[in-house]
């Protein structure tokens, strides 16, 4: 089984719609980020958190919100989509930082297109 | 302003040739510096990371080199293979945010 999964994979959906996105982990990291990636602007950091209790915004956090629910577990809305955020969503993992550098692990990715 | 840049065009080159994938930033001054490869439709894979103190780092036919003075990273694929057709991301941690800033990436694309 992967270790970072992500639901849905692909997603459609109309503007203003409230769309919820999921991420599950099973490599015990406390660090959980949520990225979205559009070509030619390459992947920007949405949200993060470095434990349970710990959320963060990273530099294009309007428009989302996250929850953390548990170690394994981080969730990215949408309160109300709109057609900019079309886009791939990414949700990744990492140790803390020190030896390891803080090398990002990677679910697989959602398609999100908000029509 | 801060930025990090990666070559855009694609690198296209014959299977066997060594590839050398450019990364460069400004006005940063990372703790460390990784390579990620993503093929399409798929999330990035961590491949080598490189601390600002080390200036080579080296696994199997990948080679990173890091030049803190020149604000630059080589990222070298030896004997290349068209299995190695992706896109390729740097990455920089900032010390002080413990946040990984990427690049856009640079595809490369191995033919035989």
């Known amino acids: 089984d992967a270790d970072v999964t992500q639901t849905p994979r692909n997603r459609i959906t109309k503007t203003g719609k409230r769309i919820m996105l999921e991420c599950s982990q099973t490599k015990g990291h406390d660090r959980m980020y949520w990225y979205r990636q559009d070509p030619g602007l390459g992947l920007r950091l949405i949200y993060y958190?470095?434990?349970?209790?710990?959320?963060n915004k990273g530099e294009i956090s309007d428009g989302y919100s996250v929850s953390r629910q548990a170690q394994a577990k981080f969730s990215l809305s949408l309160e109300s989509a709109i057609p900019n955020q079309t886009a791939l969503y990414f949700c990744?993992?990492?140790?803390?930082?020190?030896?390891?550098?803080?090398?990002?692990?990677f679910g697989p990715g959602t398609r999100l297109t908000v029509l | 302003s801060q930025k990090i840049e990666q070559n855009s065009e694609a690198l296209n080159i014959q299977e066997g040739k060594t590839a050398t994938l450019t990364c460069n930033y400004t006005?940063?001054?990372?703790?460390?510096l990784q390579w990620y490869r993503q093929d399409p439709g798929r999330g990035p894979v961590f491949l080598l990371l490189?601390?600002?103190?080390?200036k080579e780092k080296r696994k199997e036919r990948l080679k990173v080199t890091f030049d803190t003075t020149l604000k630059q990273s080589l990222f070298h694929i030896t004997a290349s293979q068209p299995a190695d057709s992706a896109t390729y991301l740097c990455?920089?941690?900032?010390?002080?945010?413990?946040?990984?800033?990427f690049g856009t990436g640079t595809r490369l694309q191995v033919f035989p």
């Open positions: 490189i601390r600002e103190n080390e």
């Open positions: 990744a993992t990492s140790d803390i930082a020190g030896a390891s550098g803080d090398t990002q692990y």
């Open positions: 990455a920089l941690l900032l010390g002080e945010t413990d946040k990984l800033i």
């Open positions: 006005n940063y001054s990372p703790a460390y």
């Open positions: 958190s470095f434990d349970v209790k710990d959320i």
